[in-house]
Nanobody, 127 residues
Framework: QVQLVESGGGLVQAGGSLTLSCAAS????????MGWFRQAPGTEREFVVA???????YYANSVKGRFTISRDNAKNTVYLQMNSLKPEDTAVYYC?????????????????????WGQGTQVTVSS
């Protein structure tokens, strides 16, 4: 059974930093894309960042330059380093993984392209 387990969420002041982790079990995703999405109350789940098996990364414009995704294939884990956090970053952050490969980049920005999801971790940024 495949599981993605996020950790590292919490409460932080604006301008602060947090690092989220997502540990996968049940299969390896070393050659597959993993990513992070987030959802604030009353909004749609939105793309944050993804990293393909090749190491290619994609970032939402709203987090570019502030967030960094990385992966440790030996640990089957992906990380999200979040710096210069803003109150509008407040949301539940979800880790996602896909076993499929896509020929169009836009697929990696789309939630329905991902096959597995974590339970989410809350990030709250106070002003």
């Amino acid at each position: 059974q495949v599981q993605l387990v996020e950790s590292g969420g919490g409460l932080v002041q604006a301008g602060g930093s947090l690092t989220l982790s997502c540990a996968a079990s049940g299969r390896t995703f070393n050659n597959n894309a993993m990513g992070w999405f987030r959802q604030a109350p009353g909004t749609e789940r939105e793309f944050v960042v993804a990293v393909r098996g090749s190491g290619t990364t994609y970032y939402a414009n709203s987090v570019k330059g502030r967030f960094t995704i990385s992966r440790d294939n030996a640990k089957n884990t992906v990380y999200l380093q979040m710096n210069s956090l803003k109150p509008e970053d407040t949301a539940v952050y979800y880790c996602a993984a896909t076993v499929r490969a896509y020929g169009v980049v836009s697929a990696y920005y789309t939630a329905t392209s991902y096959d597995y999801w974590g339970q989410g971790t809350q990030v709250t940024v106070s002003s």
